[in-house]
């Protein structure tokens, strides 16, 4: 059973930045592709943009493709989203998510990837 905790989010000005982290246990890591997904008020979850299990291959959304960064690091079993020029329709809780899929499908099978974080609030004023 593999657990998920998601921390760094926050309050930030438009234009500004935040890195989420994800840091997984009671797992292999390095089994789990990985990914962020983010649910405004009154929307759909979304997805964000994934990460193979080695880290070697990352995919976007296209409204995260040029601002957000995704990584992880094995060592330390945690994933990371860093997210740059910020803007109040990127607020919404962000969860992470894994599973041995391949990353590059993750954007499509939300309802049924195995293991899913807390969600952290991300918070953009204007």
């Known amino acids: 059973q593999v657990q998920l905790v998601e921390s760094g989010g926050g309050l930030v000005q438009a234009g500004g930045s935040l890195r989420l982290s994800c840091a997984a246990s009671g797992g292999d890591f390095g089994y789990y592709s990985m990914a962020w997904f983010r649910q405004a008020p009154g929307k759909d979850r979304e997805y964000v943009a994934s990460?193979?299990?080695?880290?070697?291959?990352?995919y976007y959304s296209d409204s995260a493709k040029g601002r957000f960064t995704i990584s992880r690091d094995g060592a330390r079993n945690t994933m990371f989203l860093q997210m740059d020029a910020l803007a109040p329709e990127d607020t919404a809780i962000y969860y992470c998510?894994?599973?041995?899929?391949?990353?590059?499908?993750?954007?499509?099978?939300?309802?049924?990837?195995?293991?899913w974080g807390q969600g952290t609030q991300v918070t953009v004023s204007s």
């Open positions: 990460i193979t299990q080695s880290g070697a291959d990352t």
């Open positions: 998510a894994a599973d041995p899929s391949a990353a590059r499908t993750m954007a499509f099978r939300a309802a049924t990837l195995d293991y």
